[in-house]
């Protein structure tokens, strides 16, 4: 898969015609994947075209910068769906003031779509003046009708209040795959060594929803291996209480080192919530029925 960076004021003329997939795609979800599908029955080349920058913070509608997906994921999992083609236009203030029609000329018809393929509810250019019927106007356009799951369109910001409520397994429902994060392995206070559960300090490269605080079962991924494993997403209320939450990941069954180095976490399921323990002793007991739980329920 070719990964092509954009600015419209200098987007070189594609001559080859492709099915070109519009949207964010911030999860790459399965209503992402159903579009994408659609695209692929068209027997051409598959684009798929996103953002550097989130639409909704450039544009104001959100203060932070969180998403389910960062580009290189975005990357992996599109060329994982056989999409030829990744577009990663560089999304400002500038482009959102386009002219439906400039979108169009500047940006889109430089694609070369032989067809696009969009959602429902697609807009583009200036306070979204574009819409699925003026684009028709243009290309041919094949609207794919949205995935709905308990009566309710598969949303980016669904499944975002899915993670952060801790409802893993109908996120990762929605997502078509595990939720996933990748961080650099800091060194911490070192406790968990102390009490037989050394775990990885994990400060997170890109700002990935995560759950509110609480202990989860996944896999750890480092070095092309997946190993079974806790994360914990707190503050360690009964071990030296923190101000800030942080992650830490205790991988069942390894003992490499990896410090500074950058490992994956896919949430599998919710545990438990965090709790202030009476002792260490009382402590030390839960996280061995933890650890025998998820090493269960992983294998």
Known sequence: MQIIELDYHNIAQNNTPIALCLGYFDAIHIGHKELIRHAKMSGLPVGVMSFDNPPRVVLHKQKDQISITANADKAEYL??????????????????????????????KKLNPKIIFCGEDYRFGESGAGTVTYLKNYFDVNVVPFLTYEGEKVASKNIINLIRNKEIIKANLLLGRYHRVCGL??????????????????????????????????????????????????????????????????IIDFNQNIYGKYIFFEFVDFMRDNIKFDNTDDLIAQL????????KALQ
Do not use: C, W
């Not at 060329?79 to 400039?102: K, P």
């Not at 061995?288 to 090493?295: E, G, P, T």
């Open 185 to 250: 392995v800091k060194h911490g206070y070192g406790n968990g060594t102390k009490f037989g559960f050394p775990t990885a300090n994990v400060q997170l490269d890109y700002p990935y929803v995560t759950p509110r605080e609480g202990v989860f079962m996944g896999y750890a991924i480092y070095d092309d291996q997946k190993y079974p494993a806790i994360m914990s997403i707190g503050t360690h209320p009964t071990v030296l209480q923190l101000e800030k939450p942080i992650i830490e990941i205790h």
């Open 79 to 108: 060329e994982e769906l056989g999409v030829e083609y990744f577009y990663i236009l560089h999304f400002d203030e500038e482009v959102a003031n386009l002219t439906r029609y400039e979108f169009i000329d500047l940006v889109l």
């Open 288 to 295: 061995k029925k933890d650890r025998l739980k998820a090493k």
